[in-house]
């Protein structure tokens, strides 16, 4: 059973920054891609952040690119958020998502949530103005 666990959530000002972090076990799966969706209240998830995981290439959502920084880890299985000039509107329960199938999809659907078989629990990010 392949489980997701993220961290590193918490509050801070708008203006902030926070770095989450999500790793999966057992750590001798692979996994071939790697996302980031958020939650806000009342809201759809959508997705932010996605990397492949092999070779790094990664694709943001329009509206955390330039502040948010998706990346992997030395080990094979943890992925990074870093989150920069966070807003009030970046408030949400951050999920991390993990794709089993290793055959190729395009940048736009990297960030499908449909494309994604295991997903964490979620951490909340808080920002405040």
């Known amino acids: 059973q392949v489980q997701l666990v993220e961290s590193g959530g918490g509050s801070v000002q708008a203006g902030g920054s926070l770095r989450l972090s999500c790793s999966y076990t057992?750590?001798?799966?692979?996994?071939?891609?790697m996302a980031w969706f958020r939650q806000a209240p009342g809201r759809e998830r959508e997705a932010i952040a996605a990397?492949?995981?092999?070779?790094?290439?990664?694709h943001y959502a329009d509206s955390v690119k330039d502040r948010f920084t998706i990346s992997r880890g030395d080990a094979q299985n943890i992925v990074f958020l870093q989150m920069e000039s966070l807003k009030s509107e970046d408030t949400a329960i951050y999920y991390c998502?993990?794709?089993?199938?290793?055959?190729?999809?395009?940048?736009?659907?990297?960030?499908?949530?449909?494309?994604?078989?295991?997903w964490g629990q979620g951490t909340q990010v808080t920002v405040s103005s």
């Open positions: 990397i492949t995981m092999s070779i790094a290439s990664t």
């Open positions: 998502a993990g794709r089993e199938r290793a055959d190729y999809i395009t940048g736009s659907q990297t960030l499908r949530e449909t494309e994604y078989q295991y």
């Open positions: 057992p750590n001798t799966y692979r996994i071939w891609y």
